[in-house]
């Protein structure tokens, strides 16, 4: 379940993100929607971590070695003895090497942007149109009673899961809907009420 709060500007909902965390809520359970990118950390820190660059350098690596294995695999297989030069050329098989490195690692970034930013959805999430205008959108993800929210190996299940989350899932979302609407929120917008 989520609940999405709409702000008409950064403070607030700023204001919004400190009174989620002090009644209990965890960071991991709070993400911004914004028409503009905020630097993490501005409305919500999330710390997370991203493979983007490697997997476009695994990618690239990939591209190098099918471009190399191309160029010289060809000139191995099919040989042109000409005088005494090299049956695997350097520089036609450099360029080659070079030119699919390049279409692995364009390829490989295009797919990886679309992986990192979760494209496309498969799950429906709330979204309000007033974000591509220019407002604000926080959203709490609110689990069942006791669930953790995503503990990992060195974290504390106290730091990941909030003194919030120990109540069952409607009082959650009561609590978030009254702390953004104290923030001042334009508008608030459950999942379940979409």
């Known amino acids: 379940?989520?609940?999405?709060?709409?702000?008409?500007?950064?403070?607030?909902?700023?204001v919004a993100v400190e009174h989620l965390i002090k009644e209990g809520f965890v960071e991991r359970q709070i993400t911004s929607l914004t028409s503009v990118a905020y630097p993490d950390?501005?409305?919500v820190r999330t710390e997370q971590r991203t493979w983007f660059r490697w997997?476009?350098?695994?990618?690239?690596?990939?591209?190098?070695?099918?471009?190399?294995?191309?160029?010289a695999g060809t000139a191995w297989l099919y040989p042109v003895k000409?005088?005494?030069k090299p049956i695997i050329a350097f520089y036609p098989t450099g360029i080659v090497t070079y030119e699919l490195t390049m279409l692995f690692a364009l390829a490989g970034t295009i797919i990886g942007m679309f992986l990192e930013m979760g494209l496309p959805s498969l799950r429906k999430r709330v979204?309000?149109?007033?974000?591509?205008e220019?407002?604000?959108?926080?959203?709490?993800?609110?689990?069942s009673g006791g669930v953790a929210v995503a503990c990992e190996a060195d974290?504390?299940?106290?730091?990941?899961i909030g003194t919030v989350a120990a109540l069952p899932s409607d009082e959650q979302v009561s609590r978030a809907e009254e702390?953004?609407?104290?923030?001042?929120?334009?508008?608030?917008?459950a999942e379940d009420r979409i």
């Open 55 to 71: 997997f476009t350098l695994a990618c690239g690596i990939a591209g190098a070695g099918a471009g190399f294995l191309l160029a």
């Open 82 to 84: 000409t005088g005494d």
């Open 127 to 132: 979204y309000d149109p007033l974000i591509a």
């Open 179 to 189: 702390l953004m609407k104290a923030a001042g929120a334009v508008r608030i917008i």
């Open 155 to 160: 974290v504390s299940p106290r730091e990941c």
């Open 134 to 143: 220019g407002y604000i959108g926080i959203s709490v993800s609110i689990h």
């Open 1 to 14: 379940m989520e609940v999405l709060g709409i702000f008409s500007d950064k403070e607030s909902a700023g």
């Open 41 to 43: 950390g501005v409305l």
